[in-house]
């Protein structure tokens, strides 16, 4: 019997690779700029979608200067006007950083707020959602905005109305969320390029080593002093 998940995960991948080339450029470009000019990455996913945060943030083969943004309550009042804005008065995001939120729908305030809050502290704005489902809701705050609309860059994920996305029979709903397949492969792809771009200007980018081969313990300590001061606060 056919196992519909990996014909689906490749279709979706090449729409991705077809459709979100330009902005990955531009999503790396960005990246690039902020870790010549020492700033960090970060990233911030409510629910689910923090599952993208951490796929930046903090992993072997993956930048060093960047820090996951994590809301304590763990997105339990996402829908809730006024709880990022407070929030973010406690996270440190400055003006040479770029802030990736990752959001399926794009309309609640949670993540709204952090965007907004992030840009007027000069940080740039990268938002990774379903643009078909974002242009098909209404937000939920008050500025009317959903959050690709507050973006430098935008990627789709590319995924279908709803995130879930196979039928299958007896169920009267779709099964299989597929958006935090192609949220990883673009925050890879733009990792990717970012790192080219950088050694093509003879800048050796700091990546992490893994922790699991020798000497990668030591080479990484090395590494993150550089950059403790900011990466261990909120």
């Known amino acids: 019997m056919e196992n519909k998940v990996y014909s689906v995960v490749e279709d979706l991948i090449k729409q991705v690779k077809e459709t979100q080339a330009e902005n990955v450029e531009k999503t790396a470009r960005i990246f690039a700029e902020t870790l010549k000019k020492g700033g960090l990455l970060q990233a911030f ?15 072997a083969g993956g930048f060093i200067p960047t820090k996951q943004i994590k809301e304590p309550a763990g997105g339990a009042y996402e829908g809730i006007e006024g709880v990022g804005t407070s929030f973010m008065r406690k996270v440190d995001v400055r003006a040479n950083d770029v802030v990736v939120l990752i959001s399926n729908s794009g309309r609640n305030p949670l993540p709204i707020e952090i965007g907004l809050r992030s840009k007027e502290k ?14 098909n809701v209404t937000s939920k705050h008050s500025s009317g905005k959903k959050l690709y609309e507050i973006a430098d860059v935008v990627l789709d994920n590319c995924v279908v109305e709803g995130d879930a996305s196979i039928d299958l029979e007896g169920l009267d709903s779709k099964i299989c969320g597929m958006s935090s397949i192609t949220t990883a492969v673009l925050i890879q792809a733009a990792v990717y390029r ?31 002093d550089k950059y403790f001061d900011r990466l261990y606060h909120m």
């Open 45 to 59: 996913g409510s629910g689910h979608s923090q599952a993208g945060a951490s796929e930046l943030c903090h992993r």
């Open 194 to 224: 970012a790192a080219q771009m950088l050694l093509e200007e003879g800048i050796v980018p700091p990546v992490f080593m893994s922790q699991n081969v020798d000497g990668g313990a030591e080479y990484n300590e090395k590494l993150v």
């Open 122 to 135: 000069g940080a740039k704005i990268v938002v990774i959602t379903s643009l078909a489902t974002s242009k």
